[in-house]
T-cell receptor
Framework: KNQVEQSPQSLIILEGKNCTLQ??????????LRWYKQDTGRGPVSLTI?????NTKSNGRYTATLDADTKQSSLHITASQLSDSASYIC?????????????????FGQGTILTVHP | DTAVSQTPKYLVTQMGNDKSIKCEQN?????MYWYKQDSKKFLKIMFS???????INETVPNRFSPKSPDKAHLNLHINSLELGDSAVYFC?????????????FGSGTRLTVV
């Protein structure tokens, strides 16, 4: 069964500090892994997308890593800001096939709720 | 603005009613999805349409019926609403399947069944 587990469930940090969020997955066959940021009352917005061959990808203050051997990913946030307060969701895509078409079947983690305090 | 837009944003209704949620995207994407986010914040796919054709239909009660009049629209109709249907429903779109370039989500529709 495809699963994505994230830790911690919630995290509180002070503004300006760094933090790292973890994502472990058992998804096969692996296609790609995405990190999304979901602000309260909004839909998820993509931060990074990584394929099998990529180890690190950055998007501003966000840096994602992927270890395809251990099936682990992390999202590192540097110099946190108040606006970073949100839920961060790890999403892993597996290749599927239906109706004569290949597609990426997504498995979502439950998210890590990050709160940044001034 | 280019986006995925859903209406309504909030929907409160009584058990047994029939309701629809509309979704439109002007991104030129050819694939659209409906996701359900429960109280535990898990997002689960319900349906996926590629070029107006149903591709993914997860284990969802028959009371839920998606309708795609064209590539830019994917509406969700729910019959005989139940308390357990209360959740946030997200529409999303992507270019191609698999969505190599990512998904764009709408802002969600919070459905409350009382």
């Amino acid at each position: 069964k495809n699963q994505v587990e994230q830790s911690p469930q919630s995290l509180i940090i002070l503004e300006g500090k760094n933090c790292t969020l973890q994502c472990n997955y058992t998804v096969s066959p692996f296609s790609n892994l995405r990190w999304y940021k979901q602000d309260t009352g909004r839909g998820p917005v993509s931060l990074t997308i990584m394929t099998f061959s990529e180890n690190t990808k950055s998007n501003g203050r966000y840096t994602a890593t992927l270890d395809a051997d251990t099936k682990q990913s992390s999202l590192h946030i540097t110099a946190s800001q108040l606006s970073d307060s949100a839920s961060y969701i790890c999403v892993v895509s597996a290749l599927g096939y239906a109706g004569g078409t290949s597609y990426g079947k997504l498995t979502f983690g439950q998210g890590t709720i990050l709160t940044v305090h001034p | 603005d280019t986006a995925v837009s859903q209406t309504p944003k909030y929907l409160v209704t009584q058990m047994g009613n029939d309701k629809s949620i509309k979704c439109e995207q002007n991104l030129g994407h050819d694939t659209m999805y409906w996701y359900k986010q429960d109280s535990k914040k898990f997002l689960k796919i319900m349906f996926s349409y590629n070029n107006k054709e149903l591709i993914i239909n997860e284990t969802v009660p028959n009371r839920f019926s998606p309708k795609s009049p064209d590539k830019a629209h994917l509406n969700l109709h729910i019959n005989s609403l139940e308390l357990g249907d209360s959740a946030v429903y997200f529409c999303a779109s992507s270019h191609g399947m698999p969505a190599t370039y990512g998904y764009t989500f709408g802002s969600g529709t919070r459905l409350t069944v009382v």
